[in-house]
């Protein structure tokens, strides 16, 4: 893939902690800035991070400009999380794009519609109720110390972002069914457009 195609948002955004899990409540996703910063991809527990906070946190919300050119908005403009723990919710120019749920898994949104020529932003929220049971925290202690080969907990954004550039009309995935006896490879595609 060349750089053309797309771009990493890694890097210095924006950050608010919501102790209260009110954010969305008191529209945080459209506030103009917010009182710190951190360095994505890594956690606001984390030290990288420049946050270093160990004490739970509810919900963190995120916040970062970026520019897009006419070419880029030709076909369709993919928003890429390697991973955000656990519940977030992804505001592009102030509107809603997307939710997902899952803290170790990776997801994409298309956000081609709420996007323009020029500066956009970002704002994404992430719920992360460690001590809820019912929602699954891995190795990550559920006490405020670590404590046996359970660790300090993750919240937020832990994993690249980036946004990708793609065509209308794409392969959106594909698997592969190789049959060694005829030597034939059968090729299941799921198209876009």
Same mark, same amino acid.
């Not at 459209?30 to 910063?37: D, I, P, R, W």
């Not at 997307?98 to 970002?122: M, P, R, S």
């Not at 670590?146 to 690249?160: A, M, N």
């Not at 005829?182 to 090729?187: P, Q, T």
């Given at each position: 893939m060349s750089d053309k195609n797309w771009k990493n948002l890694n890097g210095t955004w924006e950050f608010e902690f919501d102790l209260g899990?009110?954010?969305?409540d008191r529209r945080l996703y459209e506030q103009a800035a917010f009182s710190k910063t951190i360095e994505v991809p890594f956690c606001p527990e984390s030290s990288l991070s420049g946050i270093g906070?160990?004490?739970?946190?509810?919900a963190v919300w995120y916040r970062r400009g970026?520019? !897009? &050119?006419?070419?880029?908005?030709? $076909?369709r403009a993919l928003l890429h999380f390697g991973a955000v723990d656990? !519940? &977030?919710?992804?505001?592009?120019? $102030?509107s809603l794009a997307g939710t997902h749920k899952g803290g170790y898994t990776a997801f994409a949104l298309d956000i081609t519609e709420l996007c323009h020529e020029g500066e956009n932003t970002v704002v994404v929220c992430a719920e992360d109720d460690t001590r809820d049971p019912m929602i699954p925290s891995g190795k990550q202690c559920r006490r405020y110390h670590s404590e046996g080969c359970s660790y300090t907990r993750t919240t937020g954004i832990w994993q690249t972002v980036w946004l990708e550039f793609v065509p209308n009309e794409r392969i959106d995935t594909f698997r592969l069914y190789p049959d060694a006896e005829d030597g034939s490879l059968r090729i299941e595609a799921k198209t876009i457009g």
């Amino acid at each position: 893939m060349s750089d053309k195609n797309w771009k990493n948002l890694n890097g210095t955004w924006e950050f608010e902690f919501d102790l209260g899990a009110s954010g969305k409540d008191r529209r945080l996703y459209e506030q103009a800035a917010f009182s710190k910063t951190i360095e994505v991809p890594f956690c606001p527990e984390s030290s990288l991070s420049g946050i270093g906070y160990t004490d739970f946190m509810p919900a963190v919300w995120y916040r970062r400009g970026f520019s !897009l &050119s006419g070419s880029e908005l030709a $076909g369709r403009a993919l928003l890429h999380f390697g991973a955000v723990d656990y !519940l &977030s919710y992804v505001y592009i120019n $102030g509107s809603l794009a997307g939710t997902h749920k899952g803290g170790y898994t990776a997801f994409a949104l298309d956000i081609t519609e709420l996007c323009h020529e020029g500066e956009n932003t970002v704002v994404v929220c992430a719920e992360d109720d460690t001590r809820d049971p019912m929602i699954p925290s891995g190795k990550q202690c559920r006490r405020y110390h670590s404590e046996g080969c359970s660790y300090t907990r993750t919240t937020g954004i832990w994993q690249t972002v980036w946004l990708e550039f793609v065509p209308n009309e794409r392969i959106d995935t594909f698997r592969l069914y190789p049959d060694a006896e005829d030597g034939s490879l059968r090729i299941e595609a799921k198209t876009i457009g």
